[in-house]
């Protein structure tokens, strides 16, 4: 066994090592000159965050009110008792305390300042809140020593941040101690087992990149984009590989969990069996996790493109998605339409676009031949996006990601109709490398995801999902909307057959994908229009599926794009009764309940 480890911070529990075959491991802040690790597997792109942290680190025991960072009101009472509340107060202290003990390999971030906004900000500006402070912690005895602060003072709230990409306020967020796992980012390669651990902290836009090293691919997001690892896995997580592998969740080896007693436990099939049925789709409920341990695959080259096509061909592009639907049944091919309205400068601008992919060069019976005939425009005009309007391209970051090829000037002149890459097209721009100036008080876009879950997709209902893009797309100009987007991403009915059990249900014959809506406005006074909005159309779409057979009752709500106010009932169906038990097990004081999140009970 050969053991590479650049973590000259020991997040990585040796007593918990058990790892066979030659390891190849890498962390964000590996430029620690002692680290002369051979195999490393590079920076996974954090340096940026960590470079702002020491900034705002308080290392008096009073909280500091200054933040030069932030335009935010200095006056701004947030909470009367923001600063006193006794319980805060010594939670508050007994952290501090505990990073300035780990040499600030843990960090505190006190109210306001560069590192404490990254802790708390999020992708959109909707689920960020104000915390009081925030702790970034740096490793596993740190995090225990945390979790036991948290046990001990029973009013203080918490929330635990992985990519920060929910769109439901206070899944990740807190106006009491927000921990970002930031720090959490290293990965380990096992060549031997050909699996990969994954700090908690990581996005996928670091985790696609360094594993393509190994010509390996994971089975993760579709669109890297800054979404977070963790909690994209521990939701259940679709992939552009699914037909092929299942959900991220079936390829799960094994995690580490920081339990709410403050003990670390590993969880497997064979070790801590119940905790990792729960874990795997239970989101936050049963601990804090530090690392994944996911089997990897061979990484050859990719196929992918990016049809863009005028509203006004939208007739011919669903006939064509549909016959995609109809005919294709091979599993490493996947598409991803989408109805895409925009307003910009107070313009409408409305698409169609087909994210095509195929895991392998493109076999000679093409099965995205009849979508690419119908393309002659297959570039989004790229002119919006300018310094001029930086508020804008922060508000459109994640469609940026998703079209940044568009963006590459030497590919606008004579932009290829097809692309063959060598490992996988995902990697282009992390958002750790590029965090969105969006903080605590300053300008970002509002944003809610909502989903009908469907087993197939129908003419009718590709009809229906037209219609009700367009009845969104009327009002964005009204109630300052800058996307609505509805998706239709298809799989094949095959795409459970080697599922395993686990708390998100999702078994061999019932086919269950998200059919998601996804909308982006400004102002919180519009939050009320846009989500009464959303659960009317997505009222309309389900009526429709559910004339069409493509849904009932019976299939489970994903929690990963689920409106907050989805009953836990819906999304954990009949495996209820037995994450309740696990639940009372391991979290009996309810300790979880004091983060948001879709909340298993104790009882029923
Ligand atoms: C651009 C974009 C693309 C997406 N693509 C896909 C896709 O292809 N397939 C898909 O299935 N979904 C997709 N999603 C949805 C995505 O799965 C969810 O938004 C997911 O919650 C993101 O995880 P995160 O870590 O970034 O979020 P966060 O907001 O940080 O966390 C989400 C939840 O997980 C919990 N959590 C985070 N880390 C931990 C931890 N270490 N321990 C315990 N709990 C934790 C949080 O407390 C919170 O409740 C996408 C979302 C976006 C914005």
């Known amino acids: 066994m050969i053991l590479h480890l650049a973590d000259a911070a020991g997040s990585h529990d040796p007593a918990d090592s058990q790892v066979n075959g030659d390891v190849h491991a890498g962390r964000a802040n590996s430029d620690d000159p002692g680290n002369n690790c051979a195999c490393s597997m590079g920076n996974t792109g954090k340096h940026s965050i960590a470079q702002g942290i020491h900034a705002s680190i308080d290392y008096n025991d009073e909280p500091d009110h200054s933040d030069n960072h932030s335009d935010r009101d200095p006056d701004a009472s947030y909470d009367t008792d923001f600063w006193s509340e006794e319980e805060y107060v010594k939670a508050t202290k007994e952290m501090q305390k505990i990073c ?26 909707s689920s960020s809140e104000v915390a009081r402070c925030a702790v970034q912690p740096g490793n596993i005895d740190d995090l225990k020593k945390i979790m036991k602060v948290f046990m001990k003072y029973d009013k203080v709230k918490f929330a635990v941040k992985g990519g920060g990409h929910s769109t439901n306020p206070g899944f990740s967020s807190t106006t009491g101690i927000q921990i970002s796992m930031a720090n959490f980012n290293e990965l380990e390669y096992n060549s031997k087992t050909q699996n990969l651990r994954i700090g908690a902290g990581c996005l996928f836009d670091e985790v696609y990149k360094e594993i393509a090293q190994y010509k390996r691919n994971i089975v993760g997001g579709a669109t890297a984009a800054g979404v977070g690892v963790a909690g994209w896995l521990l939701g259940g997580g679709y992939s552009l590989l ?5 959900i991220g969740i079936d390829n799960l080896v094994e995690v580490q969990v920081v339990l709410c007693n403050g003990e670390s436990v590993k969880a497997s099939a064979e070790r801590n069996s119940d905790l990792f049925f729960a874990i795997r789709g239970g989101g936050n409920n049963f601990g804090i996790v530090t690392s994944f341990t996911v089997k990897t695959y061979p990484l050859g080259p990719i196929y992918r493109n990016m049809l863009t096509f005028p509203i006004d061909k939208a007739a011919k592009v ?37 994210d095509l992919f195929y895991d392998g060069p493109l076999p000679s019976d093409n099965p995205f031949e009849e979508l690419l005939e119908l393309s002659d425009d297959k570039w989004i005009h790229h002119e919006d996006h300018d310094e001029a309007d930086k508020k804008l391209a922060e508000n459109f970051a994640f469609m940026d990601q998703l079209f940044s090829h568009i963006h590459d000037p030497s590919r606008i002149s004579a932009p290829p109709s097809h692309r063959q890459v060598d490992g996988t097209q995902l990697s282009l721009q992390t958002y750790a490398k590029n965090p969105p100036k969006s903080g605590v008080g300053e300008e970002n876009v509002r944003a809610r995801w909502g989903t009908v879950m469907v087993s197939h997709f129908t003419q009718k209902l590709l009809d229906e999902i037209e219609v009700q893009s367009k009845l969104a797309a009327s009002k964005l100009k009204e109630y300052e909307g800058k996307t609505a987007v509805i998706d239709i991403w298809p799989f094949l009915p095959s795409m459970f057959d080697t599922s395993t ?19 982006q406005w400004e102002g919180e006074s519009n939050d009320s229009f846009w989500i009464g909005m959303m659960k009317q159309i997505l009222q309309s779409i389900q009526k429709v599926a559910e004339a069409e057979g493509c849904t009932n009752d019976k299939l489970p709500k994903y929690c990963n794009t689920s409106l907050a106010d989805t009953p836990v009932q819906d999304i954990y169906k009949e495996h209820l009764p037995k994450l309740i038990a696990i639940r009372a097990k391991y979290d009996s004081d309810n300790m979880m309940g004091r983060t948001g999140g879709f909340r298993i009970p104790l009882a029923l």
């Open 242 to 246: 699914t037909n092929q592998h299942g």
């Open 318 to 354: 669903k006939e064509a998605i549909m016959n995609f639907i109809d005919k294709c049944k091979d599993k490493k091919a996947a598409i991803v339409g989408a109805y895409r309205h925009f307003c910009i400068r107070g313009e409408r601008e409305d698409k169609i676009t087909v």
């Open 501 to 519: 059990s686990a708390a998100w249900p999702h078994e061999k014959g019932r086919p269950n994908g998200p059919l998601l809506a996804c909308f």
């Open 100 to 125: 300035k003990n780990s040499k600030h390999v843990s960090q505190f971030l006190r109210f306001g300042g560069a590192g404490y906004n990254l802790s708390v900000s999020h992708q959109f500006e």
